[in-house]
Nanobody, 123 residues
Framework: QVQLVDSGGGLVHAGDSLRLSCVCS????????IGWFRQVPGKDREFVAA????????DHEATVTGRFFISRDNAENIVFLQMNNLKPEDTAVYYC????????????????WGQGTQVSVSS
């Protein structure tokens, strides 16, 4: 099990950028696949992006491909989500999640979760 603290959200205008951070602690964080997910009221939490344990494989949801970029620094136990050209429909609470199994990340069901950080994009 790992502990995750995500941060970096805020209120921005359409077209602006934000970088979210997910700091991992506990067991060997570099063993874990990490994902970013988002949730709006009344809807299920959805997959946004994921990176595998060594950073060699990434995946991004179609609507964010080319705008959002996931990366990790295993020396610092941090995973980032760089979000560019933000749109009002990106408004949500963003969560990072960790799991040893890539499949659970892609299914938006990782075992460990951060507390969430609000991203609000005005038009």
């Amino acid at each position: 099990q790992v502990q995750l603290v995500d941060s970096g959200g805020g209120l921005v205008h359409a077209g602006d950028s934000l970088r979210l951070s997910c700091v991992c602690s506990g067991q060997t964080c570099s063993d874990y696949n990490i994902g970013w997910f988002r949730q709006v009221p009344g809807k299920d939490r959805e997959f946004v992006a994921a990176i595998d344990w060594n950073g060699h494989n990434t995946d991004h949801e179609a609507t964010v491909t080319g705008r959002f970029f996931i990366s990790r620094d295993n020396a610092e136990n941090i995973v980032f989500l760089q979000m560019n050209n933000l749109k009002p429909e990106d408004t949500a609470v963003y969560y990072c999640g960790a799991d040893l199994n890539w499949g659970w990340i892609m299914a938006a069901q990782p075992r460990d979760w951060g507390q969430g950080t609000q991203v609000s994009v005005s038009s």
